[in-house]
């Protein structure tokens, strides 16, 4: 086990929390929830594995925000758990232009990213997020099916019901990256 490493997550219903408990278990790497505002600038290694809502990540600004990065010491992997495609580019580039105005510069520009697919059961939604899934949707059908995304279809189609994605292959690229040799400058 590396002690100078740490996988963080920001979880709401345990889809990124499940990432990174698998993440934990393959890598041996101490594995916390972002409540308890670990601080990343005392690692070599920092994974953060976080679920988006509307584009933003869950507890990733509170994580980064008092790290003013001076150098490029600490490696940074952040992995998005969201219910987009990530085999669809357009889907990628979409999370990573959001996360970059959730992040400081200096982390963004350094930061290794990669995107999980996670689960969505309506049943568990809080009356907030059931609120904002409905209004989304009304948005959503209110455009020209020419003018819908493949997200925008996806996110019409499985309205209401329960989709679960969740798939620990898709770990694998995350866990080669993270072994691979790392000279400090
Ligand atoms: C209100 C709401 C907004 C969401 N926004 C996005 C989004 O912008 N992009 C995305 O890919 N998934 C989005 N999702 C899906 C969640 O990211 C997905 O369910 C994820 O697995 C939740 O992870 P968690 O269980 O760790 O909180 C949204 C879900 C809800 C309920």
Redesign the pocket.
């Known amino acids: 086990m590396d002690s100078s490493a740490i996988i963080i ?10 990432y990174a408990l698998e993440l934990g278990r393959r890598t041996g790497i101490r594995v916390v929830d972002s409540k308890e505002r670990p601080a990343p600038g005392c690692y070599d290694t920092v994974v953060y594995i ?7 990540m ?1 507890g990733l600004e509170k994580t980064f925000r008092s790290w003013d990065r001076k150098d490029d010491r600490t490696r940074i992997f952040i992995a ?5 495609d990530p085999s669809k580019e357009d ?1 990628c580039e979409h ?1 990573r232009s ?1 996360l970059a105005g959730q992040l400081p510069a200096g982390v963004y520009r350094t930061a290794r990213f990669f995107h999980l ?5 309506y049943q568990l ?1 809080s009356f ?3 609120a ?2 409905w209004m ?1 949707v009304r948005m959503i059908s209110g455009r020209r099916a020419k003018d819908m995304s493949d ?1 925008d279809r996806q996110i019409v189609e499985t309205y209401g019901k329960r989709v679960d ?2 798939d620990f292959d898709s770990l694998d690229p995350l866990v080669r990256a993270l072994a691979e040799p790392y000279h400090q400058a």
């Open positions: 997550y920001g979880s709401i219903y345990g889809s990124a929390r499940t976080g679920s988006l809502y509307a584009g933003g869950t998005s758990v969201g219910i987009a889907n999370i959001s697919r996670g689960c969505l059961d939604l907030r997020h059931k904002m899934m989304l997200e994605f969740i």
